[in-house]
């Protein structure tokens, strides 16, 4: 009898392990994929990690950030694990064409695993206390207006 209950017992974590393994594996082959897509995109003639969506829709790097004073500057303080951003992020990306020539929207990593001192700092300067947050500015720097949440409308809708 005691047999059964080890052999049950064995069957039960064999079981838990490949469900476990296999649950990991789809998060890892997701999150790879999710990284390829960002990197698919880098800027080709800097060879910098920051991507380059188009040029209504930037990835935030400090030289990207400079060379974009002459338009209306929008942040888009962006997490790559907020279930609010990635919707907003891909909204972005399928509606570049409705941003208007004047505006750049620049995605600014907030407190995640890619989010490096620059934009930390930004993220200080200008209050901002969670993810998905937007943040015009002028040529000096100077916030405009600033909200929280939206996709493409409510970008349009926002911009001063």
């Known amino acids: 009898m005691r047999g059964i209950y080890i052999v049950i017992g064995i069957i039960l974590l064999l079981t838990l392990g490949i469900v476990g393994f296999s649950l990991f594996n789809q998060r890892t082959s997701q999150t790879s994929s999710e990284s390829t897509a960002i990197q698919a995109g880098q800027d080709q003639n800097s060879g910098s990690a920051a991507l380059d969506l188009s040029d209504q829709y930037i990835v935030y790097s400090k030289?990207?950030?400079?060379?974009n004073s002459n338009k209306k500057r929008v942040l888009f303080f962006y997490a790559n694990w907020c279930p609010t951003c990635r919707p907003a992020d891909a909204n972005f990306s399928s509606n570049i064409s409705k941003i208007p020539e004047d505006?750049?929207?620049i995605r600014v990593n907030y407190n995640d695993s890619e989010t490096d001192q620059e934009e930390k700092d930004l993220a200080e300067k200008?209050?901002?206390t969670y993810q998905h947050t937007f943040v015009q500015i002028d040529e000096e720097g100077n916030v405009v207006t600033k909200w929280n949440g939206g996709q493409i409308n409510e970008l349009l809708e926002n911009i001063k």
């Open 63 to 67: 030289e990207a950030f400079e060379s």
């Open 103 to 105: 505006v750049v929207l």
């Open 126 to 128: 200008y209050q901002v």
